[in-house]
């Protein structure tokens, strides 16, 4: 049973950092493009960063660029999102997702499985 698990949001005061992590079981993630995504409310669900499966390249949105750092360990079957330099505009529910075609996009159209997500509040 394919299943994502994120953890690791919580409140932070503006230009703080937190790490969220994005556990899978029921699969190997090295044979998956993972990606990140956020859904604030009122907003569509918008790609933040994917990690491709085979070489570990990575994409960033450009509004969070120079900021969030996507990583994974293959060992713990994590991935990891490090987001330094938060900003209120960064609240949202955070969600990871996997692509089985590693197609290293940031369209959620094309991420088959999802976690159930983690709520990151930006805020003083």
């Known amino acids: 049973q394919v299943q994502l698990v994120e953890s690791g949001g919580g409140l932070v005061q503006p230009g703080g950092s937190l790490r969220l992590s994005c556990a899978a079981s029921?699969?190997?993630?090295?044979?998956?493009?993972i990606g990140w995504f956020r859904q604030a409310p009122g907003k569509e669900r918008e790609g933040v960063s994917c990690?491709?499966?085979?070489?570990?390249?990575?994409n960033y949105a450009d509004s969070v660029k120079g900021r969030f750092t996507i990583s994974r360990d293959n060992a713990k079957n994590t991935v990891y999102l490090q987001m330094n330099s938060l900003k209120p505009e960064d609240t949202a529910v955070y969600y990871c997702?996997?692509?089985?075609?590693?197609?290293?996009?940031?369209?959620?159209?094309?991420?088959?499985?999802w976690g159930q997500g983690t709520q990151v509040t930006v805020s003083s």
């Open positions: 997702a996997a692509d089985p075609f590693r197609r290293g996009g940031l369209g959620w159209y094309e991420y088959t499985y």
């Open positions: 029921g699969f190997t993630l090295d044979y998956y493009t």
């Open positions: 990690i491709s499966g085979s070489d570990s390249s990575t």
